[in-house]
């Protein structure tokens, strides 16, 4: 079967081969569980130190500061419910922000449930947070603010500097999804107390993730049980995966300093080619700050499920959350993007690409940016779906067929000579 061309690197990426190899000694060699007290267990335990040491060294943390955790949605749990509960006597109110990932808007959701109050700021027209609107949220008995680093959906970054000193000079803690940040744009601790990761956002493996909290920050414990990570998360630590998520943000941290540029050029490229074919298209979210390989656009006129079913075939991109298909995207619903029946289509590019390097058969990192920097195959798709008469108007239609640079193939689409 061939799959469509994958564009959809906020949803997951593939494990890199390098990781794989870091991780293949853990399953059935090195099989010790690290808090046995044998030589089996000793060198678990020494794989996840080194894991453990590797990561806080990452992110400007102590290893002592890193929590394994299935991944971000186990780790925002644990920040924001764990510190809602070690702060009951200091108070029960939290901030955060509309355009959260649901693992951070439905633990929230829950606090809410038990009596707490949240308040969710808003957004401007471009997905950004005006800091007065914080600053005004924050209470004498807020006991946490949690803001994302980078949205899953239009990419755009939150000033967490600024931001971390509006909460420190108030003594309230601050709490960051960097789910989507990690090994994308250049993050350390320094403003923060609590921060998630996942590693399969950056070619790690599915199912592990940390939490960063900071010495100090009072955390209650969710999970029950063992005792282990320092009474903050029970259970059986998962060797392989925690190996492999060190080496993936290892090689993610390495290579950032070439490979955003890069991301970011070819993104521009293809929003640059889009818009002079489609001049129509509505980029979702401010250019910048944002990250380097997002990009987030409505088509106005075109029904955005419609526009994804037609695309999915040829093309794996998203209209929002992987853990929210079906509904509409909250995220742009948050600032009324989400017309009924409309939606953003997300275009989020990776490294590798493994969709268009599996199809030409090709091997290394250059195959599926290349055709990312083309924007053929994404022009040609959006150019035959907007060609069907009931989602396109005849404006964009007039558009298409009228611009220089579709090819010859897609203006006879367009123009009804020849069929698809
Ligand atoms: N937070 C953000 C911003 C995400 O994008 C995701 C994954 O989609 C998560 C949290 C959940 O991460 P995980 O799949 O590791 O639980």
Same mark, same amino acid.
């Given at each position: 079967?061939?799959?469509?061309?994958?564009?959809?690197?906020?949803?997951?990426?593939?494990?890199?081969?390098?990781?794989?190899?870091?991780?293949?000694?853990?399953?059935?060699?090195?099989?010790?569980?690290?808090?046995?007290?044998? #030589?089996?267990?000793?060198?678990?335990?020494?794989?996840?130190?080194?894991?453990?040491?590797?990561?806080?060294?990452?992110?400007?943390?102590?290893?002592?500061?890193?929590?394994?955790?299935?991944?971000?949605?186990?780790?925002?749990?644990?920040?924001?419910?764990? @510190? *809602?509960?070690?702060? /009951?006597?200091?108070?029960?109110?939290?901030?955060?922000?509309?355009?959260?990932?649901?693992?951070?808007?439905?633990?929230?959701?829950?606090?809410?449930?038990?009596?707490?109050? #949240?308040?969710?700021?808003?957004?401007?027209?471009?997905?950004?947070?005006?800091?007065?609107?914080?600053?005004?949220?924050?209470?004498?008995?807020?006991?946490?603010?949690?803001?994302?680093?980078?949205?899953?959906?239009?990419? @755009?970054?939150?000033?967490?500097?600024?931001?971390?000193?509006?909460?420190?000079?108030?003594?309230?803690?601050?709490?960051?999804?960097?789910?989507?940040?990690?090994?994308?744009?250049?993050?350390?601790?320094?403003?923060?107390?609590?921060?998630?990761?996942?590693?399969?956002?950056?070619?790690?493996?599915?199912?592990?993730?940390?939490?960063?909290?900071?010495?100090?920050?009072?955390?209650?414990?969710?999970?029950?049980?063992?005792?282990?990570?320092?009474?903050?998360?029970?259970?059986?630590?998962?060797?392989?995966?925690?190996?492999?998520?060190?080496?993936?943000?290892?090689?993610?941290?390495?290579?950032?300093?070439?490979?955003?540029?890069?991301?970011?050029?070819?993104?521009?490229?293809?929003?640059?080619? /889009?818009?002079?074919?489609?001049?129509?298209?509505?980029?979702?979210?401010?250019?910048?700050?944002?990250?380097?390989?997002?990009?987030?656009?409505?088509?106005?006129?075109?029904?955005?499920?419609? /526009?994804?079913?037609?695309?999915?075939?040829?093309?794996?991109?998203?209209?929002?959350?992987?853990?929210?298909?079906?509904?509409?995207?909250?995220?742009?619903?948050?600032?009324?993007?989400?017309?009924?029946?409309?939606?953003?289509?997300?275009?989020?590019?990776?490294?590798?690409?493994?969709?268009?390097?599996?199809?030409?058969?090709?091997?290394?990192?250059?195959?599926?940016?290349?055709?990312? *920097?083309?924007?053929?195959?994404?022009?040609?798709?959006?150019?035959? @779906?907007?060609?069907?008469?009931?989602?396109?108007?005849?404006?964009?239609?007039?558009?298409?067929?009228?611009?220089?640079?579709?090819?010859?193939?897609?203006?006879? #689409?367009?123009?009804?000579?020849?069929?698809?």
């Amino acid at each position: 079967m061939t799959k469509p061309l994958y564009f959809d690197c906020h949803a997951t990426t593939p494990v890199a081969e390098a990781v794989v190899q870091a991780m293949a000694p853990y399953w059935s060699e090195c099989f010790g569980n690290p808090a046995g007290a044998s #030589v089996w267990g000793w060198e678990a335990e020494a794989a996840v130190a080194q894991a453990r040491a590797t990561m806080a060294t990452a992110i400007g943390a102590l290893p002592s500061e890193i929590v394994f955790t299935s991944g971000a949605t186990e780790a925002n749990n644990l920040a924001i419910k764990g @510190v *809602a509960e070690a702060c /009951l006597a200091r108070g029960r109110h939290l901030v955060t922000v509309q355009t959260e990932h649901s693992a951070v808007l439905a633990p929230c959701a829950y606090l809410a449930r038990l009596g707490f109050t #949240v308040d969710y700021l808003p957004v401007n027209g471009i997905g950004q947070l005006d800091l007065s609107q914080l600053a005004a949220a924050l209470r004498p008995d807020t006991v946490l603010v949690s803001i994302m680093a980078a949205n899953n959906e239009i990419g @755009v970054l939150h000033p967490l500097a600024e931001i971390g000193a509006l909460c420190r000079e108030r003594g309230i803690l601050l709490h960051t999804d960097a789910a989507q940040a990690i090994g994308k744009i250049p993050l350390q601790v320094a403003a923060v107390d609590l921060l998630a990761l996942t590693a399969h956002k950056c070619y790690g493996p599915k199912g592990i993730g940390a939490l960063y909290v900071r010495t100090g920050t009072p955390l209650a414990p969710q999970l029950h049980g063992g005792g282990q990570e320092a009474e903050r998360r029970s259970g059986t630590l998962n060797v392989p995966l925690i190996v492999g998520m060190a080496k993936a943000m290892t090689l993610a941290i390495a290579a950032l300093p070439d490979e955003g540029p890069r991301l970011a050029t070819l993104r521009d490229r293809l929003w640059a080619r /889009l818009t002079a074919a489609l001049p129509d298209l509505i980029l979702n979210g401010a250019l910048t700050p944002r990250l380097p390989h997002n990009l987030n656009f409505s088509v106005p006129g075109v029904n955005g499920s419609a /526009l994804l079913a037609e695309v999915r075939p040829h093309l794996t991109v998203s209209s929002g959350s992987a853990c929210a298909t079906g509904h509409p995207s909250h995220v742009l619903a948050a600032w009324a993007i989400a017309r009924p029946g409309q939606c953003g289509v997300a275009v989020w590019a990776g490294e590798f690409s493994p969709g268009s390097r599996r199809r030409s058969g090709r091997r290394g990192g250059g195959g599926g940016s290349a055709e990312i *920097a083309d924007g053929k195959w994404v022009l040609n798709r959006l150019n035959w @779906v907007c060609h069907r008469p009931s989602w396109v108007s005849n404006r964009t239609r007039e558009v298409l067929t009228g611009t220089n640079w579709v090819s010859n193939r897609t203006r006879e #689409v367009l123009t009804g000579t020849v069929g698809f």
